[in-house]
C-alpha cells in the first residue's frame, strides 16, 4: 500500500500529526473499476458470463484505523480495525458487501525476527504475493490466478478469522504458516450470503485452511537489486464436492511458486526504478477445483519515464487450465467448454498525484469462460484509486 507520505491528505498536516502524537493512524481507500469488451456489442445484462461481456462497474470504500498499543503494555504491538462498502455490477465478480474487513492484534518478538498476526483478516494480501510489483495501487493485470481462493484462501473484501506467524531468518529468508476458517466451498458470493457482517467465527461446514509460505525477499537498495522467491502450499479439510465420485471430501490443496527479480536498477538513489521480471505456477486439486493450473510471465518497469517517477508499465501473458472432470461433466450435459484459456495483458498505471493512481488496461483473452465457449475478446479495463 503506497506510504501515508503519497496520499491526499498530507503527511504533515494537523490532521495527520494528532493522530500520530497518539500513535494512531487513519486511512480511508476508495476505488472505481470499469470494463468492457470492444471486439462486439455488449451482452444482455442477464445472460452474461465473464466480466465486461456486459459493460462492468465497481466501486469501492475502505477504511482502516491502526493504533499503537504501547498505553496497554504491548510494546511493538498494533491493533487494525477495518470496514469495507463493495458493490459491482455483476454479482459472480463481487460480492457485494457492507461488513468488517479486518479487526486483529500484530506483534513483533526480538526486532522483528518473529511476526504474528491474529484476529479477521484477508489473507490475499499475506500470501503469495500476486499483485504486480507488491503494489495494491497497481490495479489493471488482467486475468488473475484464482487458484488460491477456489481452496479457501480469504479474500477482499471478506474477511476470515485467522492466525499468522512469520519467522524472519538470514540473508533477507522467511518462512510463513497460518491457520484460517476457511471460506465458503461454493465461492464468494456464497460466503458473503452466510456472513454478512463478516464477524461470523464458525459457519457450520467450514473448516481449517493450512497455508504454508517460504521465500526471500530482498529491498531494493543503492548496491542490490530487488528480488523475491516465494514458494508455498494450502491445505484445507473443509469437504468440497469430489467430481470424481460426486460425494463431499476433505483434502482440497493448492501449490504455488513465484519469482520477481529486477533486471535494471538506472538510478541507485532510486534503487526501486527500472524493468522487472517476473513468473507464477500454480496448481490445485482436479478434482475439487474448476481452474486447476495457472501460469504467468510479466515484464514490468517502475517509473518508465524519468518524469513520470510514480508510474508503473507492465505486460503479461497468462494460462489458465480448467479441471478435465469439470469439463468433462459439462461436455457430458450438452455444454460446449474451453479447455484452458490464455491472455496477453499491456497496463499502464498513472501517479496522477499524491495518493491518486489511474490504471489502464487491454487484455486479449483466448477462452474468456469455461462454458459457454463464447468467442475471444478485446477486454479494456480502467480502475481510478484514492488513498487519503
Given amino acids: ?25 487513519l486511512r480511508l481507500i476508495s476505488q472505481q473499476q470499469y470494463a468492457q469488451n470492444t471486439l462486439r456489442a455488449p451482452a444482455p445484462a442477464d445472460s452474461q458470463v465473464y466480466v465486461g461481456e456486459h459493460p462492468f462497474e465497481g466501486a469501492m470504500l475502505h477504511s482502516i484505523f491502526t493504533a499503537d498499543l504501547r498505553k496497554l503494555g504491548l510494546h511493538h504491538a498494533q491493533l487494525n480495525v477495518s470496514g469495507v462498502w463493495n458493490w459491482v455490477s455483476w454479482e459472480p465478480a463481487g460480492p457485494k458487501a457492507f461488513n468488517l474487513w479486518s479487526l486483529y492484534i500484530y506483534k513483533e518478538f526480538g526486532k522483528d525476527r518473529v511476526e504474528i498476526k491474529a484476529g479477521y483478516n484477508s489473507n490475499e494480501l499475506e500470501y503469495v504475493g500476486m499483485q504486480v510489483g507488491g503494489s495494491t495501487a497497481s490495479g489493471v493485470q488482467g486475468v488473475y490466478a484464482v487458484l488460491p481462493y477456489e481452496v479457501g484462501m480469504a479474500f477482499f473484501p471478506m474477511p476470515a478469522p485467522q492466525f499468522n506467524l512469520k519467522l524472519n531468518g538470514p540473508a533477507h529468508t522467511y518462512l510463513k504458516t497460518g491457520v484460517q476458517r476457511s471460506f465458503d466451498p461454493n465461492g464468494g458470493p456464497a460466503n458473503e450470503a452466510r456472513n454478512h457482517t463478516g464477524l461470523r467465527f464458525a459457519p457450520k461446514g467450514d473448516n481449517l485452511l493450512l497455508l504454508e509460505e517460504a521465500g526471500q525477499r530482498r529491498a531494493p537498495s543503492a548496491t542490490e537489486r530487488e528480488a523475491w522467491f516465494r514458494a508455498g502450499y494450502l ?29 535494471t536498477k538506472p538510478d541507485p538513489l532510486k534503487p526501486w526504478h527500472g524493468f522487472y521480471l517476473g513468473g507464477s505456477a500454480m496448481t490445485a486439486a482436479s478434482k475439487f477445483n474448476a481452474y486447476d493450473r495457472y501460469f504467468e510471465a510479466r515484464f514490468y518497469k517502475m517509473a518508465p519515464f524519468n518524469r513520470r517517477p510514480g508510474d508503473v508499465a507492465s505486460l503479461l501473458s497468462t494460462y489458465t487450465g480448467h479441471s478435465k472432470y469439470f469439463t468433462d461433466a459439462l461436455v457430458a450435459n450438452g455444454s460446449a467448454v474451453w479447455r484452458n484459456s490464455a491472455s496477453v495483458t499491456g497496463s499502464y ?38 488513498f487519503f
Wanted: aromatic share 10%; hydrophobic share 35%.
Fill in 1 to 25: 500500500m503506497p506510504p501515508f507520505a503519497d496520499s491526499n491528505v498530507d503527511v504533515n498536516s494537523r490532521f495527520r500529526r494528532a493522530l500520530l502524537s497518539k500513535g494512531m493512524a
Fill in 235 to 263: 491445505r484445507n479439510s473443509t469437504h468440497y464436492i469430489n467430481q470424481t465420485s460426486g460425494k463431499k471430501e476433505p483434502g482440497n490443496h493448492a501449490v504455488f511458486v513465484l519469482m520477481d527479480y529486477q533486471l
Fill in 349 to 386: 498505471n498513472i501517479h496522477l498525484a499524491p495518493g491518486n493512481y489511474l490504471s489502464l488496461g487491454l487484455s486479449y483473452i483466448h477462452g474468456p469462460a469455461i462454458t459457454p465457449r463464447v468467442d475471444d475478446t478485446l477486454t479494456f479495463t480502467a480502475s481510478y484509486s484514492v
